[in-house]
Structures are given as C-alpha cells and as structure tokens.
C-alpha cells in the first residue's frame, strides 16, 4: 500500500475518533459532560444545588424521560428513586453504570431480576 494511503487512513481514522463524543467522554464526569450543554443551569436551578434535588430529577426527566419510560432495570425504581439515587453526576463517568450490589446486598443483577 502506497504512504499517501496509508496516510489518508490514518488521518480518516484520527478524525473519526476526535469527532467522537464517545472518545474522551470516558474519562469525563457526568456533571462536567452536561454542563458543556449550558453550565450547572442545565441541571440545577440558578446554578445551585436544589435541597432534596427534585429540581434535578425533573431536569433529568426532561431530557431523558421518566423511570416508567425507560429499560426495565429503572421500572422497578419509579417513585422510589431519583436519578441521582443511582447515577451520582459529580462522582460518576460517562458511560459508567451503577450495579445492583450498590444498594442490594443480595448478590442480585440486572439479568437475574429481569428474567
């Protein structure tokens, strides 16, 4: 294969990967990805922290849509939890998912509940 080939692919593939959101937000917190989408007012009312977080569970809602709505892993949780219950913004990874032994000690999983 030609060096101007080669080139161009590897140029192609290093494009595809910086236009990637996927690609740096491993390594980025919750938090720090969404307040990209318009500061800590995306989530929080003038930018601070809401005393039981409602606020923010309605913002999560908003984009996201209710526990109801989504797989059946959240279902179970609906009018139980809130998002952050679960999903800690300001300590949490994009990507990175809360398992079942975070809060039930009963060595359940998501696959073994949802059978």
């Known amino acids: 294969m030609s060096k101007k080939i080669l080139s161009a692919l590897f140029g192609a593939g290093l494009a595809a990967l910086t236009m ?17 989408m ?7 009312d003038e930018g601070s922290p809401s005393a039981d977080g409602a ?34 913004p300001h300590d949490m990874n994009v990507g990175q998912e809360p398992t079942c032994d975070s809060c039930h000690d009963d060595d359940r ?4 509940v949802l059978k």
């Not at 990637?20 to 990209?36: G, K, N, R, V, Y």
């Not at 318009?38 to 929080?44: D, I, N, R, V």
Request: aromatic share 6%; proline share 3%.
């Open 20 to 36: 990637s959101p996927a690609a740096f937000a491993a390594d980025e917190t919750l938090s720090d990805f969404h307040t990209e």
């Open 38 to 44: 318009g500061g800590c007012e995306s989530c929080h």
């Open 55 to 88: 606020y923010e569970f309605e913002q999560c809602q908003s984009c996201h849509g209710g526990l109801d709505e989504m797989n059946d892993v959240h279902k179970p949780h609906d009018g139980n939890l809130m998002c952050a219950d679960c999903h800690a």
């Open 109 to 112: 999983t998501a696959a073994s």
